[in-house]
């Protein structure tokens, strides 16, 4: 019987899995490296072992560490989790080797499936329809998709359009691979944009019990990282959908393989069905066939691991779940991850997190990897957290899940929530037209800047500027004579810049907002405000961090920042300056100073959250200077070059 697990992870799926191991009676231990030395899921485990480092290579990727990190916490057995190394064979067979026992599958089912190009000739073997790229891919191939052999998550991965765009495109999704993964193995496949991505999960014994536990849709991707899924996967023919649950099983007993595992595929316009890749691990899209099936699958993984038996069959699939990745990421600014410190995450509805009972939350569950004070840092994935919801039809699942969001408190860095509650309230959505480029199809409704329209910005500031002067207001002095007062003015700015300014008077009946016309105040307070617009009653909740004022009202959550009532003069950087968008590290360069480059010329890359940015020439002109080096941090607003326009 196992008695202590060590979770080689961090983040939401290390707290998830520490959620079962409780239940369980099963002792846990966390791993962190030093950044996340004060992380949620640190804090929650009974023991906890320091990785010293920062960079995944030094910590989460270090099999030996991990390995002496259980034997010094004194853990029986080892749970990957999903990412780094959860689809290492070597990994596997380390812990194997050490005595402990490993919660996944066999290192040789890891080895025959966890390399993509290794799964694709096994599956091909099989009878199994593949997609495939000759060596040498030529025209008739284009566009084609660079992927990482050795892992997923969309790292690694680059659409190529144009043949001579390969060489940069292998370079960039090799050191992207090698930098997540440990492995700079890349492939190349033809790239359908109007595919859909299918899933079967996949739960088997030792005993010789396999199960297809249902199926998944995840179709909405950007950058070819999942967004949004939904199980079961909607639409589908039943005869369609028996042979996506029967080649899946097929594919698993090939290997002998046991524990959890995902065969996707990709479902062509036409019906036609293509294997992808296997995953040899829990998925993070694993919340949805738990709600719809009631079952857990981080305890069968356990169950499995310690030799127990599975059912002859798994239960029937009930109702529809959909499930929503909360992202610390802008997508109004080409999707550029954020960070910070999360103030507030709540999910209205939500009393427990993790749970694979829909009901115990009126069909909501949370699974998040931050809770309120946590710090978003540039070396880890950008996903906060998932939302998901379960309801009996697609639609009242979806509708749940969208409103959950959209009355959600986050309070921190930029997330990607109005783009998720768009995409779900989205008609081509609702009607099940899903694809993988699903996201870009629709780019200019679903990634608009809220605060663009200014529609509810004024009321928003006006809101902001009166809980402000709430929490400021004194007992008037002696002397006070009953005289109309001069207006108090408040200045602030909305994220995407643009300058709001508000006014409100200080009477001898409190305050007053007659100089909106049309708009009475009703009552404020530091932390709420009620204001009346016509005959409409509007209520704001105002929340401060610093200069950033978080209003969450009727027609959505607005991101004001105070400003001064009297600046200082701007900063000013050189004309031509190229600004670091986002905190992280410069890997590569392609440019010197006195280079001639063209608009849209890339030159330099920088890593932040997992993922490589491209930093481009605006416009065509002499590189008078490069003011960076590969390996260099910087923050935003650090320049990184000068360009002077031709």
């Known amino acids: 019987m196992i008695t202590s697990v060590l979770v080689a992870n961090r983040g939401e799926i290390a707290r998830r899995i520490f959620r079962t191991c409780r239940t369980l009676g099963i002792a846990t231990v966390a791993v962190h490296s030093d950044p996340d030395a004060d992380a949620p899921h640190v804090r929650e485990a009974d023991r906890a072992v320091r990785l010293p480092g920062a960079a995944p290579a030094d910590t989460y990727l270090r099999a030996d560490l991990l390995v002496a990190a259980a034997r010094t916490a004194g853990a029986d057995a080892v749970h990957p989790g999903y990412g780094f190394l959860s689809e290492s064979a070597a990994f596997a067979q380390a812990v194997l080797d050490a005595g402990l026992t490993w919660i996944g599958p066999p290192p040789a089912a890891i080895a025959a499936m966890g390399?993509?190009?290794?799964?694709?000739?096994?599956?091909?073997?099989?009878?199994?329809?593949?997609?495939?790229?000759?060596?040498?891919?030529?025209?008739?191939?284009?566009?084609?998709?660079?992927?990482?052999?050795?892992?997923?998550?969309?790292?690694?991965?680059?659409?190529?359009?144009?043949?001579?765009?390969?060489?940069?495109?292998?370079?960039?999704?090799?050191?992207?691979?090698?930098?997540?993964?440990?492995?700079?193995?890349?492939?190349?496949?033809p790239y359908l944009p109007d595919g859909r991505h299918v899933e079967v999960q996949l739960m088997a014994d030792t005993h010789g019990t396999v199960w297809a536990v249902g199926d998944r849709d995840c179709s909405l991707q950007r950058r070819h990282q999942k967004v949004i899924e939904e199980a079961p996967a909607p639409g589908l023919p039943a005869a369609l959908r028996e042979r996506l649950h029967r080649a899946a099983a097929d594919a698993a007993r090939a290997i002998g393989y046991t524990g959890a595992g995902t065969a996707e595929f990709l479902l062509a316009p036409d019906g036609r069905l293509a294997f992808l890749e296997m995953n040899t691990r829990l998925q993070v899209e694993h919340p949805v066939t738990e709600c719809t099936t009631g079952l857990d699958l981080v305890a069968l993984q356990i169950a499995v691991a310690e030799g127990e038996p599975l059912p002859p069959g798994p239960p029937a699939t009930t109702g529809h779940a959909v499930e929503a990745r909360l992202y610390a990421e802008d997508p109004a600014r080409d999707w550029q991850p954020q960070t910070g410190t999360v103030h507030r995450i709540e999910l209205p509805g939500v009393t427990a997190e993790f749970t694979t009972d829909p009901a115990a939350t009126a069909g909501l569950r949370l699974d998040?990897?931050?809770?309120?004070?946590?710090?978003?840092?540039?070396?880890?994935?950008?996903?906060?957290?998932?939302?998901?919801?379960?309801?009996?039809?697609?639609?009242?699942?979806?509708?749940?899940?969208?409103?959950?969001?959209?009355?959600?408190?986050?309070?921190?860095?930029?997330?990607?929530?109005?783009?998720?509650?768009?995409?779900?309230?989205?008609?081509?959505?609702?009607?099940?037209?899903?694809?993988?480029?699903?996201?870009?199809?629709?780019?200019?409704?679903l990634t608009?800047?809220?605060?663009?329209?200014?529609?509810?910005?004024?009321?928003?500031?006006?809101?902001?500027?009166?809980?402000?002067?709430?929490?400021?207001?004194?007992?008037?002095?002696?002397?006070?004579?009953?005289?109309?007062?001069?207006?108090?003015?408040?200045?602030?700015?909305?994220?995407?810049?643009?300058?709001?300014?508000?006014?409100?008077?200080?009477?001898?009946?409190?305050?007053?907002?007659?100089?909106?016309?049309?708009?009475?105040?009703?009552?404020?307070?530091?932390?709420?405000?009620?204001?009346?617009?016509?005959?409409?009653?509007?209520?704001?909740?105002?929340?401060?961090?610093?200069?950033?004022?978080?209003?969450?009202?009727?027609?959505?959550?607005?991101?004001?920042?105070?400003?001064?009532?009297?600046?200082?003069?701007?900063?000013?950087?050189?004309?031509?300056?190229?600004?670091?968008?986002?905190?992280?590290?410069?890997?590569?360069?392609?440019?010197?100073?006195?280079?001639?480059?063209?608009?849209?010329?890339?030159?330099?890359?920088?890593?932040?959250?997992?993922?490589?940015?491209?930093?481009?020439?605006?416009?065509?002109?002499?590189?008078?200077?490069?003011?960076?080096?590969?390996?260099?941090?910087?923050?935003?607003?650090?320049?990184?070059?000068?360009?002077?326009?031709?």
Request: glycine share 10%.
């Open 115 to 189: 390399s993509k190009t290794a799964a694709k000739r096994l599956m091909a073997d099989a009878g199994v329809p593949v997609l495939t790229v000759g060596d040498r891919p030529g025209e008739a191939d284009l566009p084609l998709l660079v992927k990482a052999a050795a892992g997923g998550g969309g790292r690694g991965m680059r659409v190529v359009r144009d043949l001579a765009d390969l060489p940069a495109a292998l370079a960039a999704a090799r050191a992207e691979a090698l930098a997540a993964f440990g492995s700079d193995e890349v492939f190349c496949e």
């Open 368 to 445: 998040s990897g931050v809770t309120d004070g946590s710090t978003v840092t540039v070396h880890y994935d950008a996903m906060l957290a998932k939302a998901v919801a379960w309801a009996p039809t697609r639609a009242a699942a979806a509708r749940r899940l969208a409103d959950a969001l959209a009355r959600a408190r986050l309070h921190g860095p930029a997330t990607n929530r109005d783009l998720l509650v768009r995409a779900l309230r989205h008609p081509a959505f609702l009607d099940g037209r899903l694809h993988t480029g699903f996201l870009a199809e629709h780019a200019a409704d």
């Open 448 to 646: 608009a800047d809220p605060a663009a329209d200014g529609k509810h910005t004024p009321l928003a500031a006006l809101a902001a500027a009166l809980a402000d002067a709430a929490g400021r207001r004194t007992a008037l002095p002696p002397g006070w004579r009953n005289l109309p007062s001069q207006p108090q003015v408040k200045r602030y700015r909305t994220a995407d810049g643009t300058e709001t300014e508000v006014r409100y008077r200080q009477t001898r009946t409190g305050l007053d907002a007659a100089d909106h016309p049309g708009t009475r105040l009703l009552t404020a307070a530091p932390g709420r405000v009620v204001l009346e617009t016509g005959t409409l009653r509007q209520v704001f909740d105002i929340a401060v961090h610093g200069s950033q004022v978080y209003v969450d009202g009727p027609s959505g959550a607005t991101v004001l920042t105070a400003l001064d009532r009297f600046p200082d003069p701007a900063v000013r950087t050189d004309p031509g300056a190229l600004l670091a968008p986002m905190p992280g590290t410069v890997v590569r360069t392609a440019v010197a100073a006195g280079d001639t480059v063209a608009a849209g010329q890339p030159l330099l890359w920088l890593e932040a959250m997992k993922m490589e940015h491209q930093v481009a020439a605006p416009a065509a002109g002499l590189l008078t200077e490069l003011r960076v080096v590969p390996g260099q941090q910087v923050e935003p607003g650090t320049v990184l070059a000068v360009v002077r326009p031709a």
